[in-house]
């Protein structure tokens, strides 16, 4: 079993810049997908970034494409999301994702969750 929990969130300004945390507990495997999702108030889960534990390859939203990072730390078993020029529609919960199956961006394809944590980005 994977546990995950985020950290890093907070009040930011518009153009600004931050970096989410996902530390997990509990053996990831290398085929493993580690994801990013975030939730808008009053709104669906979305998908954010995706990438392999043991593989370069990764997944970005078309949204976020260009200003998010998501990367990993295998020696500290964590997972982060670099977030720049953030704009108001980036405002969310973000939680971080762990799937034993394929990469995708359906929230169903992933296993275990971390309990989120929240980003509001400001004028």
């Known amino acids: 079993q994977v546990q995950l929990v985020e950290s890093g969130g907070g009040l930011v300004q518009a153009g600004g810049s931050l970096r989410l945390s996902c530390a997990a507990s509990?053996?990831?495997?290398?085929?493993?997908?580690m994801g990013w999702f975030r939730q808008p108030s009053g709104k669906e889960r979305e998908f954010v970034a995706a990438m392999y534990w043991g593989a370069p390859r990764t997944d970005y939203a078309d949204s976020v494409k260009g200003r998010f990072t998501i990367s990993r730390d295998t020696a500290k078993n964590t997972v982060y999301l670099e977030m720049n020029s953030l704009n108001l529609e980036d405002t969310a919960v973000y939680y971080c994702?762990?799937?034993?199956?394929?990469?995708?961006?359906?929230?169903?394809?992933?296993?275990?969750w971390g309990q989120g944590t929240q980003v509001t980005v400001s004028t």
């Open positions: 509990g053996h990831i495997f290398s085929n493993y997908v």
């Open positions: 994702a762990a799937s034993r199956r394929l990469m995708g961006t359906m929230a169903t394809l992933y296993d275990y």
